[in-house]
């Protein structure tokens, strides 16, 4: 079965597109968590951005931070996450970038209040560190936030022990409890309400 997000063609990614470069492209987040939740992603096949070639870096931080200024624009400061094949619900690289605030919920630091106080191990850095996490241990946890990029070590982690203290679907069900944990087991009903959130999302964000 081929990748959904190499398949930029697929109505449900086609439809969601909110703006694209050369070699990357933003699109709503089919299973939503907050109004405003996107995802950067690149056009070819990486497994994580631990694997982007560094010729493609300066591009995808423009693009990063475009969208980034977009959403603070329109909505709110917002967060970013990207899970380096650990956690992946599809195994294509993807950043989340989700605000801070919204209608019904406040997150005064996502830092401070689900990956400090998990116990994970970090490193400051970036694209270099996630690189370097990428290839001296499969995976990591990028997290950031106000420019200040947390690169965390998974290297042993279980997906059920873990996901719960630093999955961010986890951390939003305090919000509400109709987050999606899983689009695979959620019901019709869940999965037309974040399509709802997604359109809306393109609504307002699109370049």
């Not at 982007?52 to 995808?60: A, V």
């Not at 989700?98 to 406040?106: A, K, M, N, S, T």
């Not at 560190?129 to 106000?146: A, P």
């Amino acid at each position: 079965m081929g990748c959904i997000f190499c398949e930029m063609d697929h109505d449900s990614v086609r439809e969601d597109i909110l703006f694209q470069s050369e070699h990357f492209y933003v699109k709503s987040c089919l299973a939503s968590v907050a109004l405003g939740h996107v995802l950067v992603i690149p056009k070819e096949h990486y497994a994580c951005y631990g694997a982007l070639p560094q010729e493609l870096e300066k591009e995808y931080l423009q693009v990063k931070e475009k969208t980034i200024g977009r959403i603070r624009e329109k909505l709110f400061e917002p967060f970013l996450l990207e899970h380096g094949v650990w956690g992946q619900s599809v195994a294509h690289a993807h950043t989340h970038i989700i605000p801070l605030q919204g209608e019904r919920y406040f997150i005064s630091s996502i830092l401070e209040e689900m990956i400090f106080p998990s116990g994970v191990s970090y490193k400051e850095g970036g694209l270099e560190t996630m690189r370097e996490l990428y290839h001296t241990e499969g995976g990591y946890l990028s997290i950031e936030e106000k420019g200040r990029n947390l690169v965390c070590s998974v290297e042993g982690f279980s997906y059920e022990d873990w996901m719960p203290k630093i999955g961010y679907r986890h951390f939003f069900r305090r919000f509400s409890h109709g987050t999606l944990l899983l689009w695979k087991s959620a019901t019709e009903e869940d999965k037309m309400r974040v399509k709802e959130l997604g359109v809306l999302t393109g609504r307002i964000l699109r370049f």
